[in-house]
Protein backbone atom coordinates (compact mmCIF):
# COMPACT_ATOMS: atom_id res chain seq x y z
CA UNK A 1 0.00 0.00 0.00
CA UNK A 2 1.12 3.89 -0.65
CA UNK A 3 0.07 6.17 1.42
CA UNK A 4 -0.01 10.26 0.66
CA UNK A 5 -0.51 12.93 3.28
CA UNK A 6 -0.84 16.42 2.55
CA UNK A 7 -0.07 19.32 4.71
CA UNK A 8 -0.12 23.56 3.76
CA UNK A 9 -3.72 24.18 3.50
CA UNK A 10 -5.44 26.88 5.15
CA UNK A 11 -7.10 30.64 4.98
CA UNK A 12 -5.73 33.42 3.00
CA UNK A 13 -6.84 36.59 1.79
CA UNK A 14 -6.62 37.24 -2.26
CA UNK A 15 -3.38 38.17 -3.39
CA UNK A 16 -1.36 36.07 -0.88
CA UNK A 17 0.58 32.88 -1.04
CA UNK A 18 0.23 29.52 0.37
CA UNK A 19 2.20 26.20 -0.02
CA UNK A 20 1.17 22.76 -0.21
CA UNK A 21 3.10 19.45 0.31
CA UNK A 22 2.19 16.14 -0.17
CA UNK A 23 4.85 13.04 1.37
CA UNK A 24 4.30 9.49 -0.05
CA UNK A 25 5.10 6.46 2.25
CA UNK A 26 4.82 2.90 2.13
CA UNK A 27 5.90 0.25 -0.84
CA UNK A 28 6.73 2.38 -3.07
CA UNK A 29 9.39 0.95 -5.77
CA UNK A 30 9.41 4.18 -7.94
CA UNK A 31 6.42 7.21 -8.50
CA UNK A 32 6.11 8.54 -11.83
CA UNK A 33 3.61 11.05 -11.85
CA UNK A 34 2.64 13.01 -9.01
CA UNK A 35 0.34 16.11 -9.25
CA UNK A 36 -2.48 18.29 -7.06
CA UNK A 37 -6.22 18.25 -8.09
CA UNK A 38 -9.39 20.60 -6.38
CA UNK A 39 -12.56 20.22 -6.18
CA UNK A 40 -14.94 22.83 -5.36
CA UNK A 41 -17.73 22.70 -3.91
CA UNK A 42 -20.49 21.81 -6.79
CA UNK A 43 -17.91 21.53 -8.88
CA UNK A 44 -16.21 17.82 -10.68
CA UNK A 45 -12.63 17.22 -9.07
CA UNK A 46 -10.13 18.94 -11.80
CA UNK A 47 -6.21 18.70 -12.35
CA UNK A 48 -4.24 21.52 -11.11
CA UNK A 49 -0.61 20.36 -11.98
CA UNK A 50 1.25 17.59 -12.36
CA UNK A 51 5.00 16.68 -12.33
CA UNK A 52 6.34 13.39 -14.43
CA UNK A 53 9.47 12.12 -13.31
CA UNK A 54 12.14 15.24 -12.31
CA UNK A 55 10.98 18.16 -14.71
CA UNK A 56 8.28 17.80 -16.60
CA UNK A 57 5.39 19.78 -15.86
CA UNK A 58 1.30 20.55 -16.71
CA UNK A 59 -0.63 22.94 -14.78
CA UNK A 60 -3.98 24.44 -15.96
CA UNK A 61 -4.80 27.29 -17.78
CA UNK A 62 -6.25 29.22 -14.68
CA UNK A 63 -3.06 28.78 -12.20
CA UNK A 64 -0.60 29.41 -14.63
CA UNK A 65 1.84 31.99 -13.82
CA UNK A 66 0.74 32.12 -10.47
CA UNK A 67 1.24 28.26 -9.38
CA UNK A 68 4.56 26.14 -9.53
CA UNK A 69 4.89 22.35 -8.72
CA UNK A 70 8.28 20.45 -7.74
CA UNK A 71 9.19 17.57 -6.29
CA UNK A 72 12.12 15.95 -4.27
CA UNK A 73 12.22 12.51 -5.26
CA UNK A 74 14.76 11.37 -2.09
CA UNK A 75 11.34 12.44 0.05
CA UNK A 76 8.40 11.30 -2.54
CA UNK A 77 7.57 14.54 -2.11
CA UNK A 78 5.51 16.87 -4.29
CA UNK A 79 5.04 20.94 -3.53
CA UNK A 80 2.62 23.36 -4.82
CA UNK A 81 3.69 27.15 -4.65
CA UNK A 82 0.43 29.16 -4.94
CA UNK A 83 0.75 32.58 -5.30
CA UNK A 84 -1.02 35.56 -6.51
CA UNK A 85 -4.53 33.55 -4.86
CA UNK A 86 -8.20 34.23 -6.00
CA UNK A 87 -11.25 33.66 -4.38
CA UNK A 88 -11.61 30.68 -7.20
CA UNK A 89 -8.75 28.87 -6.01
CA UNK A 90 -10.99 28.25 -3.15
CA UNK A 91 -11.43 24.03 -2.50
CA UNK A 92 -10.05 21.08 -1.69
CA UNK A 93 -6.79 20.61 -3.08
CA UNK A 94 -5.70 16.64 -3.44
CA UNK A 95 -2.55 15.07 -4.00
CA UNK A 96 -1.90 11.97 -6.14
CA UNK A 97 0.58 9.97 -7.16
CA UNK A 98 0.68 6.65 -9.75
CA UNK A 99 4.10 4.47 -9.48
CA UNK A 100 5.10 0.98 -8.68
CA UNK A 101 5.16 -0.72 -5.58
CA UNK A 102 7.98 -2.93 -4.41
CA UNK A 103 7.20 -6.93 -3.95
CA UNK A 104 4.74 -7.91 -5.71
CA UNK A 105 6.01 -4.73 -8.52
CA UNK A 106 2.83 -3.59 -9.16
CA UNK A 107 1.03 -0.37 -10.56
CA UNK A 108 -0.85 2.17 -8.09
CA UNK A 109 -2.79 4.69 -8.30
CA UNK A 110 -2.70 7.20 -5.16
CA UNK A 111 -4.80 9.78 -3.35
CA UNK A 112 -4.21 11.88 -0.20
CA UNK A 113 -7.10 12.93 2.54
CA UNK A 114 -7.27 16.62 0.69
CA UNK A 115 -6.54 20.18 2.64
CA UNK A 116 -8.98 22.88 2.62
CA UNK A 117 -7.73 26.00 0.69
CA UNK A 118 -10.15 29.22 1.30
CA UNK A 119 -8.85 32.86 -0.06
CA UNK A 120 -11.05 35.27 1.40
CA UNK A 121 -10.60 38.68 2.68
Known amino acids: QVQLVESGGGLVQPGGSLRLSCSAS????????MGWYRQAPGKERELVAAIIRRDITNYADSVKGRFTISRDNAKNTVYLQMNSLKPEDTAVYYCNADGVTTAPRVTFKAWGQGTQVTVSS
Open 26 to 33: GRIFSINT
